[in-house]
């Protein structure tokens, strides 16, 4: 004779409370509340990068140049990461990952969307040849390797945009 299993036995689990019935004034506190939430920036159409926030906090501010950020070219139809002011070079900060650093990444080895980005940063960097814009990329890696050497960069392509609104203390006059 074989052992049959044991069948356990079920138990019925509670039946669930019937909800409370939510009244007027209790809808609108909620929705208050929702409202109330503090959105994050973001560009229209493409969003922010905290890379860039962070290069226009540590090198343009810190430079003294006034700059656009977001500046769209409406003949691409595309946005650019800076354009420094009145009529100077655009500025664009390469993600190391998401543009395909070639230091990092083999042309082979990129997917659709490091693909997608390098076409792009071709597309732009015709376009500014062709309307004689000079157009600086910044890599992610070196803002993070060597933030004194894209500092001292930046400050002689820009030189002419720096604005000395402050005067110096030099103790040998």
């Known amino acids: 004779m074989v052992k049959q299993p044991i069948k356990r036995q079920i138990i019925p689990s509670r039946t669930p409370k019937p909800k409370k019935k939510t009244t007027s004034t209790t809808k609108d506190v909620r929705l ?20 860039e926030e962070r290069f226009a906090r540590e090198f343009l501010d810190k430079i003294g140049v006034e700059y656009k950020y977001q500046y769209k070219a409406e003949a691409i139809g595309r946005y650019f990461d800076f354009r420094i002011l009145p009529y100077g070079p655009m500025i664009e900060i390469q993600g190391s990952y998401w543009h395909g650093d070639k230091r990092l990444y083999e042309d082979k080895d990129l997917n659709w969307a490091q693909r997608r980005s390098k076409y792009v940063d071709e597309l732009k960097a015709k376009w500014c040849a062709k309307n ?36 110096t203390y030099n103790p040998g006059n």
């Open 32 to 51: 208050r509340k929702t409202s109330v939430v503090k959105k994050k920036r973001k560009h229209p159409e493409y969003g922010t990068s905290k890379l």
């Open 132 to 167: 004689g814009i000079k157009l600086i990329c910044i890599w992610e890696k070196d803002i993070n390797s060597d933030p004194a050497g894209v500092l001292n960069y930046l400050k002689e392509e820009l030189k002419k945009y720096i604005k000395n609104d402050r005067k």
